[in-house]
């Protein structure tokens, strides 16, 4: 069983930037952050593969996130820049014991463990 414990939000102006952290109890196979804004659904802002070659992203964060992961402190980052307040949400990260393709890393259903979340607030 994997722990994960997100880290980095905050509150921050618009056009600012945040790092999330996501340190886990142990190896991560796939990794995705997700997010949920009050009164609406979790979903997904990026994930990575296990070796860090592969990153998919949502639509409304592409060249403003980057997501990466150094496998030695078993952590995985979300950088996210040119922050909007629609990015306001609180941000989980999530492990999966399956690597996933392009229409299939946003499934909830696909990830085995979640973490606690970590607030992001953009005024």
């Known amino acids: 069983h994997v722990q994960l414990v997100e880290s980095g939000g905050g509150l921050v102006q618009a056009g600012g930037s945040l790092n999330l952290s996501c340190a886990a109890s142990?190896?991560?196979?796939?990794v995705g952050w997700f997010r949920q804004a009050p009164g609406k659904e979790r979903e997904g802002v990026a994930a990575?593969?296990?070796?860090?070659?592969?990153?998919y992203y949502t639509d409304s964060v592409k060249g403003r996130f980057t997501i990466s992961r150094n496998n030695d402190k078993n952590t995985v980052y979300l950088q996210m820049n040119s922050l909007k307040p629609e990015d306001t949400a609180m941000y989980y990260c999530?492990?999966?014991?399956?690597?996933?393709?392009?229409?299939?890393?946003?499934?909830?259903?696909?990830?085995?463990?979640w973490g606690q979340g970590t607030q992001v607030t953009v005024s």
């Open positions: 990575v593969s296990p070796s860090g070659g592969t990153t």
């Open positions: 999530a492990a999966a014991e399956q690597w996933f393709g392009a229409s299939e890393w946003p499934d909830l259903s696909g990830y085995n463990y």
């Open positions: 142990g190896y991560t196979y796939s």
